[in-house]
């Protein structure tokens, strides 16, 4: 992997989990850490692009001591928490389809648990069972009946079936019948895929991905979205790691993103596989 222009200020946007920060979903290798600030003091623009939201990810991008566009909930949501130039971007899904899909029928009895969030604010139908949560650092949801406690509009509605029988029908039924507003990705939590006994839903407004997410950011800055460079780990990043110039996958990461990845890393996440690459690429 090389940059044919070392002395371009590049756009990196980082994926979290599995990516930047280590298998523990809390700390960062130093040598990844260490070469995103070295970046940014060269004139580099470096932005998280994650799927958590807003709340699970301030102390991750206050660490890195950033003051770019923050991309959370997969590009559901673009925000500019120090400078507060960029006016926020929320992609919604309205409490009215959000609440006609927990009620379909094609989910009756199947429903184990469920939790919908927004930009702001997130709600956990059986807090017993947070089954999402991977960063013991980040604050819990609030625990409500998401039909009656949750008002307003939501950005993500995830959902733990109570079986696997008939998986793909839910998944096709519910993408069938609210494909105009949403779409439903199967067993998508932070990226990664694993159809399970109890298998999860991830339902969000149809446009968000994070290629869009992608090009929004690098309009921003005024990067050309070629020489953009991105570092993903699962197929949540895919859209991603394909939109820009310089999409990199990490060696730990899933077959079929390291497919269409411009580069892989040698190192993993846990190794500090991002700090080592970008240290490799912008070495003059």
Known sequence: MKLNDKNKKRLILIDLDGTTLKDDHLTINPITKNALQDAIKEGHTVCICTGRALKDTLHIYNELELDSLLVTLDGGHISD???KNFKRIVLPISEEIMKEILVHKVLKNKIENVIVEY???NMIQNASDNFF????????PLEGNILTDWKGPCSNIIVKLNTNLDFYNVVNTLNSEFGNSVMVKSNLIYGIENIGEKPILIITNKFVNKGFAAEMVAQYYNKDIKDVIAFGDQMNDYEMIKIVGHGVAL??????LKEIAWGITELSNED?????????????
Do not use: M, R
């Not at 949560?133 to 819990?140: H, I, K, M, T």
């Not at 060696?251 to 079929?256: Q, R």
């Not at 500090?272 to 003059?284: E, M």
């Open 81 to 83: 928490p120090v400078h």
């Open 119 to 121: 930009y702001h604010s």
């Open 133 to 140: 949560v991977a960063d013991s650092n980040a604050e819990g």
């Open 251 to 256: 060696s730990s990461g899933n077959p079929k």
């Open 272 to 284: 500090g596989g991002v700090g080592d690459t970008l240290k490799k690429l912008l070495k003059k």
